[in-house]
């Protein structure tokens, strides 16, 4: 065991020096740029790891395309829950009567922030090997903030003109547009933004990984370390640690981890196990959820369970007949959409209700939020997050030159 981990420590050095100055936008399924043949050997893969796909270039890991697909339909999950589940209310009639069927359905979309945290863990490890902590650093920040910040600005305006609950106050999308609002103690201006905040303790937890260099083996202590973590912080009866080790969450995260390692390094009883824990805790965890959510925990717990399948078949390499370009920007526009669509969403839905059948409402609803979406990408995130990342690659260059 000792030679095994010994070899895979020295891959990974090697790995992490060579892919050091590689270029990669951290998205959904980032793509690896090409290095020029010759330049890179090519490296053992242990047995069990899935063989590059047909016409992929030596030194070139393909795109996920795959996790594209998965993350709209996450988001689109979510927008369903909000929308036609409508816990809300926002419906003059109940959204039982205008939607009957479908709207049992919805109320189960809430379960796509639980999809999206399995991806999560997979993408992040994925997207963090062989980089240092201030590319991580870089590569979340363009990543997070430029759409967020206009979804923001935009909220408030939406809530300025559609009122619903207190007052919006400027102290309040000052603190939202730090993405902290949790930590000040401001309310979030659209609830939708509580992932974030769950998001953001994991990149902190992992950031601490990626600055001791990142391994196979101190991956997989990292998710035996967090498991162990979740389960005893809740029982020392604090909220606060409960909710900054993101113990409701944790297992999520994990297996989606031990699963990109599946598909790095191929399976092993140890990863295995890993998912199969984190699945365990997940299902053990789901009564509370789905109490609160007013479901049923059989289909809560058999749609979470398909969850862990789907990913573990992306693990296995199972997808890598997805090729159709247009699912990456269907991917791309994942992110806005769940920044925009609850407030938005719900304003429009009480403004027009009276002006348009509900069944042409909501369709005609989600064409707009999917087009706001993909201007919000291209007009707004793509550009300033390619300014962000040029000033701020400059200035992490510059602290490691001054150090």
């Known amino acids: ?199 953001m303790a994991f990149y902190i937890f992992f950031a601490i990984l990626v600055a001791r260099g990142l391994s ?31 113990a409701s969450h944790s297992s999520y995260f994990i297996a989606g981890i031990a699963l990109y390692l599946i598909h790095r390094f191929g399976p092993s009883l140890l990863l295995w196990s890993i998912v199969g824990l984190s699945w365990l805790i997940a299902l053990t965890r789901l009564p509370n959820l789905a109490q609160a959510r007013d479901v049923a925990y059989a289909p809560t717990a058999v749609i979470v369970t398909l969850f862990f399948l789907v990913m573990a078949a992306v693990a296995l390499n199972r997808f890598a007949w997805v090729k159709a370009g247009w699912v990456a920007t269907a991917g791309a526009l994942t992110y806005p959409l769940y920044l925009i669509h609850q407030t938005v969403g719900l304003a429009v839905i009480e403004r027009a209700q009276d002006l348009l059948p509900p069944w042409v409402l909501i369709t005609a609803l989600t064409a707009a939020l999917l087009l706001a979406a993909w201007l919000i990408h291209r007009l707004i995130e793509r550009p300033v997050a390619r300014w962000m990342k040029r000033q701020l690659s400059t200035s992490m260059r510059q602290v490691r030159e001054a150090s």
């Open 1 to 199: 065991m000792t030679n095994f981990n010994d070899r895979l420590d020295r891959r990974d050095h090697q790995e992490a020096s060579m892919t050091q100055a590689m270029d990669e936008r951290a998205v959904a399924a980032p793509t690896i740029n090409p290095i020029p043949p010759g330049q890179r050997p090519e490296l053992p893969r242990q047995a069990g790891t899935p063989a590059p796909a047909a016409g992929t270039a030596p030194g070139r890991r393909p795109r996920l395309l795959v996790l594209d697909g998965l993350r709209l339909g996450a988001a689109l999950m979510v927008v369903a829950y909000h929308l036609v589940g409508d816990k809300i209310g926002v419906w003059d009639a109940s959204a039982a009567t205008n939607f009957g069927p479908v709207h049992s359905a919805a109320k189960y979309g809430f379960l796509g922030v639980q999809l999206f945290f399995i991806i999560s863990g997979f993408v992040i490890c994925m997207s963090a090997w062989g980089r240092s902590v201030g590319d991580f650093f870089v590569s979340r920040v363009v990543r997070l903030y430029p759409a967020y910040w206009f979804a923001v600005l935009l909220t408030a305006v939406v809530l300025v003109v559609v009122p619903r609950g207190p007052r919006v106050q400027a102290r309040e999308v000052l603190g939202n547009l730090t993405m902290m609002q949790d930590f000040l103690g401001i309310r979030h201006l659209d609830l939708s933004y509580w992932t974030l905040t769950v998001e």
């Open 216 to 246: 196979y083996r101190g991956v997989v202590a990292f998710c035996a370390i967090w498991t162990v973590a979740s389960l005893i912080v809740p029982k020392l009866g604090n909220p606060w640690l409960t909710n900054v080790v993101a």
